[in-house]
């Protein structure tokens, strides 16, 4: 992968025949929807949200999960100091940061929110967002097809994470309430007999 490998040379076929291909100032504006101060807040919002109704552990785990893509995306970037698209003299492309920050973010925020909405629409603009920010970097010239799939694949487990943090506080619910109904109905029998022993 880093100087020669099988998916190099379509990387590069697909790369050369996509870019530019739609005018630099609206590839830039899709490629900024994985800048920092773009992306991060809206999964903020959404941690505050999920925290206030009670889902901390799920939004920490979104906190977590954005605050380890730079500890995995960077050294990566140092690591392979693949050259751009556009800039062979550069190094530090591989994978895309902008696309792991847009995933984490959007998609993060999504999976806080759903819940709330039971509707299926914040993973779907959650995935547009994340979509459009790939489609930018690709056709801008900022990043081959490589570095953003390459991305995506390294920012599934730390989404994985947070689908099973928001999962767990309702499943330990579930089963504190089952043991409360029990002990609940247990104590409601008790009574009922001793009052009927009473009577007798």
Do not use: Q
Request: aromatic share 8%.
């Amino acid at each position: 992968m880093l100087v020669s490998g099988p998916l190099l040379t379509p990387d590069h076929a697909l790369s050369r025949a996509l870019v530019r291909t739609v005018p630099d100032p609206v590839t830039e504006r899709l490629s900024d929807l994985g800048n920092v101060p773009v992306a991060v807040p809206v999964l903020v919002l959404a941690m505050a949200y999920a925290a206030r109704r009670g889902r901390a552990l799920a939004a920490g785990a979104a906190g977590l999960a954005m605050a380890l893509v730079p500890a995995l995306v960077i050294p990566f970037k140092e690591w392979t100091a693949r050259p751009g698209p556009l800039e062979p003299w550069a190094a530090g492309y591989f994978p895309s940061g902008h696309t792991a920050t847009a995933a984490v973010a959007y998609l993060g925020a999504a999976l806080l929110l759903r819940p709330y909405t039971r509707r299926a629409w914040p993973t779907a603009v959650a995935l547009v967002l994340t979509g459009a920010t790939a489609v930018g970097l690709i056709l801008r010239g900022w990043h081959w097809p490589l570095d953003v799939l390459a991305s995506l694949l390294m920012c599934t487990p730390l989404l994985l994470g947070v689908a099973w943090s928001m999962t767990y506080r309702h499943s330990d619910r579930r089963r504190r309430g089952f043991r409360w109904g029990k002990r609940s109905r247990s104590w409601g029998s008790t009574r009922s007999r001793s009052g009927a022993a009473r009577t007798r």
